[in-house]
């Protein structure tokens, strides 16, 4: 059952590079890393997705080492509206359930 | 951009009632899933749905809840004889495609605030 941790919260300033870090020590040779984004009273947004090496899209990267037992979600340059909880999502076997931690919630200030 | 819709966005019941909630998947996805989330605690799953049948349900998914799609458009989720501690909201998510985890990408609603009193 691969788990992954996160730190439970970051702060960081408008115009910053976040990083965020994720662990997940038992991760599957098929399974993919995916993040979540989620507002407060809002449903989850996917952000990204990514097997290994790095994955870029408009709003983030993601870099995957080679041994893939951690991911790092990088957003360029955050803004306010940044300010969220940020989920790190593994592969569980063979079940299409997500299962979501406690996830990273991230504070940007003017 | 596609986007998935629930409906009520609030849902206001008495102890004991039913209610439905409503979903409305993207067009062309094929799988679909309910998740619930308690006021300041995680995204829990509760049920995927495929061809007409759950696929995987949670334990907490027993049989005070039911889903169905009855038309080509909708899905929804049955929770018959609610309780407080029912009180949450109620997300509705589509993908579309399976594997396992793998490239597994869902699309979550904006969810449903139902509140039992």
């Known amino acids: 059952l691969a788990k992954t941790t996160q730190p439970i919260s970051m702060d960081s300033y408008e115009g910053q590079e976040v990083n965020i870090t994720c662990s997940h020590n038992?991760?599957?040779?098929?399974?993919?890393i995916t993040w979540y984004q989620q507002f407060p009273s809002q449903g989850p947004r996917f952000i990204i997705q990514?097997?290994?090496t790095k994955v870029t899209n408009e709003v983030a990267s993601l870099f995957i080492p080679a041994d893939r037992k951690s991911s790092t979600l990088s957003l360029p340059r955050v803004s306010l509206s940044d300010t969220a909880v940020y989920y790190c999502?593994?592969?569980?076997?063979?079940?299409?359930?997500?299962?979501f931690g406690t996830g990273t919630r991230l504070q940007v200030f003017p | 951009e596609p986007e998935v819709t629930q409906t009520p966005s609030h849902q206001v019941t008495q102890m004991g009632q039913e209610v439905i909630l409503r979903c409305v998947p993207i067009?062309?996805?094929?799988?679909f899933y309910w998740y619930r989330q308690i006021l300041g605690q995680k995204v829990e799953f509760l049920v995927s749905?495929?061809?007409?049948?759950?696929?995987?349900k949670s334990e907490i998914f027993d049989d005070q809840f039911s889903v169905e799609r009855p038309d080509g458009s909708n899905f929804t989720l049955k929770i018959r004889s609610t309780k407080l501690e029912d009180s949450a909201m109620y997300f509705c998510?589509?993908?579309?495609?399976?594997?396992?985890?793998?490239?597994?990408?869902?699309?979550f609603g904006a969810g449903t605030r139902l509140s039992v009193l």
């Open positions: 067009s062309n996805h094929l799988y």
């Open positions: 990514g097997y290994k």
């Open positions: 999502l593994v592969g569980e076997g063979d079940t299409d359930k997500l299962i």
């Open positions: 749905f495929y061809n007409n049948e759950i696929s995987e």
């Open positions: 998510a589509s993908s579309p495609f399976t594997s396992g985890g793998v490239e597994n990408i869902q699309y």
């Open positions: 038992n991760i599957a040779t098929n399974d993919y």
